[in-house]
Structures are given as structure tokens and as C-alpha cells.
């Protein structure tokens, strides 16, 4: 169960009644980052999904393109106005490029990565079928039942591929990249290593493929982890109050980039917390964040892009270079 619950407005400016001008103008910038920390999330994440839920079943693909820009362009705005931690917001000089390219590594790959999906997928949902001997999905149920379902599904082989990803050595060479930066900002969503990027998909999709959903709810859910990834990602100034008990967003993600184990290895979901809540690993003490974040090990973690891509395979070098005992393990095992 939970480890604890936050105060959302333990952590907003104080107000109250003030006589100087320059106390004016920040009391009325402390009302104004109060109102836009609890309504951003509801109003740009569901008018978002709104677009998704219109246009995506007719635009496919297209459509999330649309949408995955729409989603960085308006949050890389929003850091700007209220940034949630002031030294996140340099990230022009290290990460950006080397993220840019990951993105276009990854969507390189994603024609791949369908592919090799939808194989497996297949695969598994004929296995199953003949099993069971009945079509599982609930093609009757409207769309957006159809879409919820899917989530809760897909969410479950998620959680367990991203906590095999901390705690299993080999895994974990290749997830440390998404951990490896020194602050969170809306492009971070993107920053994976390709094959922990098929590692996460492959067996988080093939569940939901398995039970016969279709092409178009499966799309939705792509849909909702492309604009939630930037909104967990962000470094924005958000109080979620009760949607921290459905939503795994920023509040409780920037525990998992902790460089503190017992504090990172928790809040696996990607979209939902709901399967951390039932496994034990939701975690949101009533305390501020790190804004110290990334990972301890192995020290000498290459920075750009090709040192991350290649760091995998070179992990024991990188952990003699850093000095790191023979035995000493990079997993994030607590
Ligand atoms: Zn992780």
C-alpha cells in the first residue's frame, strides 16, 4: 500500500495580506502558479485526450504525431512560466540534443518494434484463444470502456517489465540511461535506451493484444502515454491532489528518479499508479522531492548520446573505471 500521502498545499507560497508592491505582485504570482499547478494537469491532459479520442481512430498514426507535438510544444512553454525546480530548466547545453536524437532513434525503430509486436502479439493471442476458446475483448463495450480497460491492461505488464528493468542487473544496464540525467524537463519522456524501449513495449502490449484488443484502442493507449509521459517527465509546478491515486504523474515519478534506491525503486506506472497501490510500491511521502536526482552508479555514466547508447555493453569497464569493487552491482535492487 502507500507509503504516505501529501498536503498539496504544503509545498505552495503562502499568501495573505500585503502592503508593499513588489508583495502584491508576488502574492498575485503565488495565486496565479496555485491556480495554474491544480488546473493544468485536468485542463491540458483531458483536452489532449479529447483530441486523441476524436481524431486518433480516424488519423491513426498522424494523429499522434499531432499530438506528441502539441503535448511538447505547449509543456515546454509552461516550464518556462512555472518550473517546478529552477535548476532543471538548464537543460539546453547537455541533455537536449542528445534527447533529440534518442527520439529519432526510437520513432527510427518503432517500424521494428510494431513489427516484432505484433509477431509476438499474434502469436500469443492465437495460443490463448484456442485455449480458451473464446474471444476475451469486449468489442461491444463503447470505446472509451474499451480504452479504459485497455489501459488498466497494458499498465500491468508495464509495471512488471519497468520493475524488472531496476531490479535485474542485465536489465537495468540498459533502463540507467532513462535515470542517468541530472534533472527532469518534458523531453526526458523520451530518453530510453532502444532496446529497454522494445524490452517496456513488447511486454507490456502483449497482454492487451492477446485478449483481441483492436488496433484502434491500442492506439489510444499510445495516445495516452505520449502526452502523460511529457506531464510526468515535466518540470512543472503540479498538485494532483486525488488523481495521485490514478494517475502516476510528476508528484510521484520524481521520487522514482531518486538517487536514493529505497526511494527509486517505487511508483513503476507509466500512466496509472494502480498496480503500484495493489504491489506495495506506490510512494509519496509528505515531503518535498529530490531535486538531486540520477543515479549513483557506476560513477563514470558516459553524457551525449553514443556513451549512454553503448554504456550496456561496456558496464563492467565503466564500473572498474569508476573504481566500483568486481562484485559491486548496478541494479537498482533494494
Ligand atoms: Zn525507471
Known sequence: MSKGSTDPKASLPATGNVAAPAA????????????????????LFGGLLAYAYVS????????????MAMAYTTIAICERLFPHAESWKHYLREDFVPDLLFIGTNNLLSGFRDIAVQTIGLFVAAQFAGQVGFHLWPQ????IAQWALALVVYEFGHYWAHRMAHE????????????????????????????DTI??????????????????????????SIVHGVFQHSNLVLHLGPLNWIFSGPELHR??????????????????IVWDTLFGTRFLPDRAPPEDIGIEAPKAYPKGFFGPLLAPF?????????????SASGARAA
Open 140 to 143: 461491444s463495450w463503447p470505446l
Open 314 to 326: 561496456r558496464w563492467r569497464q565503466l564500473e572498474v573505471a569508476a573504481g566500483a569493487p568486481e
Open 168 to 195: 535485474v542487473e542485465f536489465l537495468w544496464r540498459f533502463h540507467s540511461l532513462h535515470h542517468s540525467p541530472s534533472r527532469l524537463y518534458f523531453l526526458n519522456a523520451a530518453r530510453f535506451h532502444p532496446i
Open 56 to 67: 486518433v481512430p480516424e488519423r491513426g498514426g498522424a494523429a499522434l504525431g499531432i499530438l
Open 24 to 43: 502584491s505582485a508576488s502574492g498575485t504570482r503565488a495565486s496565479l502558479q496555485r491556480a495554474f499547478s491544480v488546473a493544468i494537469f485536468p485542463v
Open 199 to 224: 524490452w517496456l513495449n513488447l511486454v507490456s502490449i502483449t497482454l492487451p493484444l492477446a485478449m483481441g484488443a483492436p488496433r484502434e484502442v491500442l492506439l489510444l493507449v499510445a495516445a495516452v
Open 255 to 272: 521520487w522514482h528518479h531518486s538517487k536514493v534506491l529505497e526511494e527509486a525503486n517505487t511508483n513503476y506506472g507509466t500512466n496509472l
